[in-house]
Nanobody, 114 residues
Framework: QVHLVESGGGLVQPGGSLRLSCVAS????????MAWYRQAPGMQRELVARIRAGGTTTYATTVAGRFTISRDTAKDTMWLQMNSLKPEDTAVYYC????????WGKGTLVTVSS
């Protein structure tokens, strides 16, 4: 079992920045990769960024160049640095971890609005 807790969401103006954090606990040694997903109102959940055990990263085209995913396995923590935020980035952001099964956090709301 892996337990995930996100933090760092909030209200930010367009062009601003936020840093999301995800702290993992439990059987963290079995995690193969971790990722951030987001779900906007009325939309399906979508992949934002993924980081594999070896450090390889993948980004959605909509966030590439603006968002950076990182992870410290010693601290069991993953981050998502979000810069140049746009109103269309408004969503609930979820932390995801994959072992033999998928684990999800409860999400943190990011609102980009003036």
């Amino acid at each position: 079992q892996v337990h995930l807790v996100e933090s760092g969401g909030g209200l930010v103006q367009p062009g601003g920045s936020l840093r999301l954090s995800c702290v993992a606990s439990g059987s963290t040694g079995s995690i193969v990769h971790m990722a951030w997903y987001r779900q906007a109102p009325g939309m399906q959940r979508e992949l934002v960024a993924r980081i594999r055990a070896g450090g390889t990263t993948t980004y959605a085209t909509t966030v590439a160049g603006r968002f950076t995913i990182s992870r410290d396995t010693a601290k069991d923590t993953m981050w998502l640095q979000m810069n140049s935020l746009k109103p269309e980035d408004t969503a609930v952001y979820y932390c995801h971890a994959h072992t033999f099964v998928d684990y999800w956090g409860k999400g943190t709301l990011v609102t980009v609005s003036s």
